[in-house]
Every structure is written in C-alpha cells, then in structure tokens.
C-alpha cells in the first residue's frame, strides 16, 4: 500500500520505477536466501509484484489507482496464502511418516518400471526419476542427516539393481534371431523369471521374495552358462552371453549382500532405516542408452 499510493504516484519514467521497486526487492531477495525464511521472501517477492503493479505489464501502461480494488485483491491474496498453509499443515504434513513411506515405495518400484517399462527413454527416465525422489525425501528431511544418508543408499541400492535389469534387458533382446536363443527355451525363461523376481522384491519388498529372488538367479546363472559351455556360436554372440551372466551373477551378488535388510522387512511394508551400509553405487554405463531416442 505504501509503494502503490505513497511512492508510485510521485514517480516520472522507467529509472524512478525502479528505484522505487529496490528497496522491497531487496528484502525479499534477502530473505528468500536465509535457509528458515527462503519460502516468506519468495512468496513476498511474488505478490509484491501482483499487489504493486497490477496494472503495469508494459511501461506503456498508464497507472489506475483503485483502493478499493487494491484492498480486495489484497485481502483476497492474504484468505488464499492463509487457507493454503492450514491446507498443507494439516494435509500434507512435511514430517508425516505416511509420506515418508510412499516415497520410498515409488523409489524402490523404479526397479519395477526397469523390468517392464518400455525401451524407450527408459534409460533417461531411470536416471532422473530416483534422483528426483530423493530430491523429494531430503526436502522432507532436512534438519535429519542420518535419514538422509539412509535415502542416498537406497537410491544406491535401486539404481545398481535397476542398471542391471535394464542391461540384461538390452542384451537379450539383442541375441542372434536363432533357434537356442528364443523366449521359449528354458535358459531364456529363467533369466526372464529372475527379472520379474527382482521387479516383484522391489516392487514389496519381504523374506519371501527374496528367497525367490536369488533362487531364480542361482538357477539362471547355471542354465546360460551350461549354455555357454556347450555352445559354439560366433564370437560376438559368446561375448553377449558372457556379458548377460555377468548382469547375473551382479545381481546375485548385490541380492545376498541385501539378505539381513529384507529378513528384517514385514510382508507389505517399506523399510526405510533397515538398509546394509555396505551398498554402494556400482551404476555402469548401459547397453541400450543408444535406444532411449
């Protein structure tokens, strides 16, 4: 009220506009880049400039001075901002465990959209999608470094088994169109039932699954390399099948290094504080990055 019926009236061009409009700039800028009022001096910044120049989209404009329009876009602003903060106090509480959990459901079923999302973009997504969940969770726990560092190893721990999946995924729908290498002989049915293994253990996480899991694997790892062993196929189709019980064998890997986690997670629930510290990012470049296009 006081920039718009105290300063701007005494204003003449482009320059005084300006000047006028630094100062409460300045606070807000000031604000918005303390870490405890960055929300105050955004949204003071913001409706500054709906309140104070409402009429100003372009200098070419002439200044209409209605207080009895300013007062109500005035207090209809501070009714919104106030409704919307009970709104989201009461709703959409930054510290609700409810939401803490169904964060990290959708970050573990990043796995499940690795095992059956289609091949393109799914690299792209696979790799801005988890990060963007733990954008998320570290907002929700920002004062709480230990819950932060727990969310960086499960983003760790989706994106070495999500990489895996996508890898084999690329390597077996690159196979030479033969016979041995079709979907339905039994080699090629057990890695595909491991990938779908995987997808159910993220997707709900329990001992049971992870039983499965690694069941699955074992038995897929000794069908492709009996495979391996036994077949006389050219030397880029061997390399294939070695790199695919590689992917195998890295899944086996990272599943039993996981044994004590998932023993201690409840059929149905999200573990968020029971993660082994021995996860580590072991993420390599993807086959089928060529195909996100």
């Known amino acids: 009220m006081v920039a718009v019926f105290g ?3 005494h204003m003449d061009g482009f320059v005084l506009m300006c000047a006028a409009l630094l100062p409460a700039l300045l606070l807000g800028s000031y604000l918005s880049t303390r870490r405890s009022l960055a929300g105050v001096g955004i949204g003071y910044c913001i409706f500054f400039c709906f309140l104070a120049m409402p009429d100003m989209p372009r200098p070419d404009n002439l200044v209409h001075y209605d207080p009895t329009g300013f007062m109500n876009d005035a207090i209809a602003l501070m009714l919104s901002m106030i409704v919307s903060a009970i709104a989201f106090a009461v709703l959409l509480l930054t510290d609700a465990p409810w939401l803490r959990r169904l964060l990290f459901a959708d970050l573990w079923r990043e796995v499940v959209v690795a095992r059956r999302g289609r091949f393109a973009r ?3 997504h696979f790799e801005s999608r988890p990060r963007d969940l733990l954008s998320q969770i570290n907002a929700l726990e920002s004062d709480r470094p230990a819950l932060q560092r727990e969310a960086l190893q499960w983003l760790f721990a989706v994106l070495e088994f999500g990489n895996a999946v996508i890898d084999l995924r690329c390597e ?3 196979l030479p169109r033969e016979p041995k290498y079709a979907a339905s002989i039994p080699w090629r ?5 491991t990938l779908d293994a995987v997808a159910k253990l993220f997707d709900r996480p329990k001992a049971a699954r992870f039983d499965a899991t690694l069941a699955a694997t074992v038995r897929a790892i000794a069908d492709t390399q009996a495979l391996l062993a036994s077949d006389n196929a050219p030397r880029e189709a061997r390399h ?3 790199r695919i019980v590689s992917d195998l064998h ?4 990272g599943v039993a290094r996981s044994r004590v986690a998932l023993r201690h997670v409840q059929p149905g629930s999200v573990p968020c504080r029971v993660i082994p510290r021995s996860l580590k990012p072991m993420c390599r470049p993807c086959c089928c990055s060529s195909r996100a296009g």
């Open 172 to 174: 077996l729908a690159d």
């Open 240 to 242: 294939r099948l070695q």
């Open 189 to 193: 049915r057990a890695v595909e039932t």
């Open 250 to 253: 890295f899944i086996r890997h």
């Open 122 to 124: 799914l690299t792209t």
């Open 7 to 9: 300063v701007f009236p």
